[in-house]
């Protein structure tokens, strides 16, 4: 205490927080990186230990910076040296306070300049109840991988992603693209969370294993409010079946939902593009490594690619997602000659 270390703790935590709010204001007007902020965060809480030793070990006298055990109690200066930093204190924690309460005063003048945007009350319905979502909604959750082997998971994705762009045909039904879906990927929300989220009131989730040439899927249709079962069938089918297994999860949703469809679809219009399902195997694990985001990923992706265009030399899509894949492992190896 004689040696105020407890004031010189407590004035270093004041003033360090009152840099690192001067920073927040100031770097981001100079456009400075975000390392910035991190590195000063860094450098006072390394320095916070040492400033405390240092108030311990040394103490400030007329004649300079000298050892504690080396002042005689009646030549110390720390009870005035307590008062300085006590007043340092107090002035900090002055300045902080009236920070505070300017961006507080702040944040209640943007909220008051921001109109209450309620529905309206129509048709009995009090003010703040929110709109009805579509009956006609869905989202599809990514199907789970259940598989012994975690590298199945291209496969689920894929098959995800496929039953996405088929209902996504359907006239009149609200379908939740993939970006958003595939946000609850390994995620634990119940329906009610998810179906408020992505507002649909339907939800189509389920599992896939595949092992060797054959793949059992799960699929069940959920009620979000609820989480209550409204359709669940289990296909077991060899892989060439994988096609009419998408087109018929499809339709057994549609005949759940009761939308009334145009006659029934084409099957052009359930089955993808490509019926080579070598060159579709191939497509589906070139998306997943390419969407790994790494240099390895780069390059099983185009090796993945060139196979499904050797198998199918015809095959579009393959063609168009080899080229951003081909620009990127051409990136890296500029790179790398640099």
């Given at each position: 205490?004689?040696?105020?270390?407890?004031?010189?703790?407590v004035?270093?935590?004041?003033?360090?927080?009152?840099?690192?709010?001067?920073?927040?204001?100031?770097?981001?007007?100079?456009?400075?990186?975000?390392w910035?902020?991190k590195?000063l965060?860094?450098?006072?809480?390394?320095?916070?230990?040492?400033?405390?030793?240092?108030?311990?070990?040394f103490?400030?006298?007329?004649e300079?910076?000298?050892?504690?055990?080396?002042?005689?109690?009646?030549?110390?200066i720390?009870?005035k040296?307590g008062?300085?930093?006590t007043?340092t204190i107090?002035?900090?924690?002055v300045?902080a306070?009236?920070?505070?309460?300017?961006?507080?005063?702040?944040?209640?003048?943007?909220?008051?300049?921001?109109?209450?945007?309620?529905?309206?009350?129509?048709?009995?319905?009090?003010s703040?109840?929110?709109?009805?979502?579509?009956?006609k909604?869905i989202?599809?959750?990514?199907l789970?991988?259940?598989?012994?082997d975690?590298?199945?998971?291209?496969?689920?994705?894929?098959?995800?992603?496929?039953l996405?762009?088929?209902?996504?045909?359907?006239?009149?039904?609200?379908?939740i693209?993939?970006?958003?879906?595939?946000?609850?990927?390994?995620?634990s929300d119940?329906?009610?969370?998810?179906?408020?989220k992505?507002?649909?009131?339907?939800?189509?989730?389920g599992?896939?294993r595949?092992?060797?040439?054959?793949?059992?899927?799960?699929?069940?249709?959920?009620?979000?409010?609820?989480?209550?079962?409204?359709?669940s069938?289990t296909y077991?089918?060899?892989?060439?079946?994988?096609?009419?297994?998408?087109?018929?999860?499809?339709?057994?949703v549609?005949?759940?939902?009761?939308?009334k469809?145009?006659?029934a679809?084409?099957?052009?219009?359930?089955a993808?593009?490509?019926?080579?399902?070598?060159?579709?195997?191939?497509?589906?694990?070139?998306?997943?490594?390419?969407?790994l985001?790494?240099?390895?990923?780069?390059?099983?992706?185009?090796?993945?690619?060139g196979e499904?265009?050797?198998?199918?030399?015809?095959?579009?899509?393959?063609h168009?997602?080899?080229?951003?894949c081909?620009?990127?492992?051409?990136g890296?190896?500029?790179?790398?000659?640099?």
């Amino acid at each position: 205490k004689r040696r105020n270390v407890y004031k010189v703790a407590v004035a270093y935590a004041v003033v360090g927080w009152l840099l690192i709010q001067a920073a927040s204001i100031i770097l981001p007007a100079f456009e400075a990186p975000a390392w910035t902020m991190k590195i000063l965060i860094a450098a006072l809480a390394i320095g916070f230990p040492l400033a405390v030793v240092l108030a311990w070990a040394f103490e400030i006298t007329p004649e300079g910076i000298v050892r504690s055990d080396d002042v005689s109690p009646n030549e110390s200066i720390t009870r005035k040296t307590g008062r300085k930093l006590t007043a340092t204190i107090v002035v900090v924690a002055v300045i902080a306070a009236g920070m505070f309460a300017f961006q507080f005063t702040q944040v209640g003048t943007h909220l008051r300049g921001v109109p209450n945007i309620q529905p309206k009350a129509d048709h009995g319905r009090p003010s703040g109840v929110s709109l009805p979502i579509s009956e006609k909604s869905i989202a599809v959750l990514p199907l789970v991988n259940t598989s012994a082997d975690v590298a199945n998971d291209y496969f689920s994705d894929g098959l995800s992603e496929e039953l996405i762009a088929v209902l996504a045909k359907i006239p009149g039904l609200k379908i939740i693209g993939r970006s958003s879906s595939f946000l609850f990927k390994g995620k634990s929300d119940d329906s009610r969370t998810i179906g408020e989220k992505l507002g649909v009131t339907n939800l189509l989730e389920g599992s896939v294993r595949k092992q060797g040439d054959r793949v059992r899927i799960v699929a069940e249709l959920i009620n979000a409010a609820d989480g209550r079962a409204l359709w669940s069938e289990t296909y077991d089918r060899e892989l060439k079946d994988v096609f009419a297994v998408q087109s018929d999860i499809a339709t057994a949703v549609t005949d759940q939902l009761k939308i009334k469809l145009l006659g029934a679809p084409a099957k052009s219009d359930a089955a993808p593009s490509n019926d080579n399902l070598a060159a579709y195997n191939a497509l589906q694990q070139g998306t997943f490594y390419f969407r790994l985001s790494t240099e390895e990923g780069t390059r099983k992706a185009t090796e993945f690619y060139g196979e499904a265009i050797r198998l199918d030399p015809n095959y579009a899509l393959a063609h168009a997602k080899s080229i951003p894949c081909l620009e990127t492992t051409r990136g890296h190896v500029v790179g790398w000659r640099r």
